[in-house]
């Protein structure tokens, strides 16, 4: 079997740690200390996070959709797969050096998606992002984490927060979806998104298609038209 091969390295922005990049062969994976983020091969649920959310927003006109973390760019892949052309997607990464592996190394991964007119990056806070955007999206998809809680920084444990969540339908139209990711269920964070006034579905999907562990999704609706 080939070897890991580390090919960069960068720190967090503010209080986070050091994220990796690996490779072994075509597959690519992403590291926090002894926490595997994101692997090339299992794509399953982030496509499932976008696919998901459209399906709520699918009737909507010039549909706008921010996702929170670039990773690996499944989700946002898949949601240009099924967002209409006059659709916008826009991006939010804390990280330089995610965009730079996704222009580099990862660039077969992303299949010039970046460089699709309805995408724009935003690098920054996606925290700062909902909170400064007032009735300005259709959905929210957030895979910043590996679930409901500040992992890849303690500081994002405000995004899953009652204040973060009740930005977050501040921030969508009515009839609006939060998508949130998660390795596992989190019965906690469920109730938080019914108490800040979410209408709320929990999905559980195949980390690969229709293999692989199980990953959690919560569909978190903006009730009103």
Do not use: C
């Amino acid at each position: 079997m080939l070897p890991w091969i580390e090919l960069d390295r960068t720190a967090i922005p503010g209080d986070g740690g050091e994220l990796r990049l690996k490779q072994r062969g075509q597959e690519f994976s992403i590291m926090l200390g002894a926490n595997e983020l994101m692997n090339s091969r299992l794509s399953g649920s982030e496509e499932a996070l976008a696919t998901l959310s459209f399906e709520r927003i699918a009737n909507v006109r010039r549909p706008a959709m921010l996702i929170g973390g670039l990773g690996m760019g499944f989700t946002l892949r898949a949601a240009l797969a099924v967002m209409p052309s006059d659709s916008e997607v826009t991006v939010g990464e804390l990280v330089p050096a995610v965009i730079a592996w996704a222009r580099g190394p990862m660039a077969d991964i992303f299949k010039g998606s970046l460089d699709d007119p309805r995408v724009t990056v935003r690098e920054g806070d996606v925290g700062n992002m909902i909170a400064n955007a007032k009735s300005r999206y259709d959905a929210i998809l957030l895979d910043v984490d590996n679930g409901p809680d500040g992992l890849t920084r303690k500081s994002n444990d405000g995004l899953y927060s009652h204040s973060g969540l009740v930005a977050a339908l501040a921030a969508l139209r009515p009839g609006g979806v939060l998508a949130v990711w998660s390795s596992g269920l989190d019965e906690a964070f469920t109730r938080r998104l019914k108490q800040a006034g979410f209408a709320t579905e929990v999905k559980s999907v195949r980390a690969h298609k229709r293999s692989g562990a199980r990953h959690t999704i919560w569909l978190a609706v903006k009730k009103g038209t």
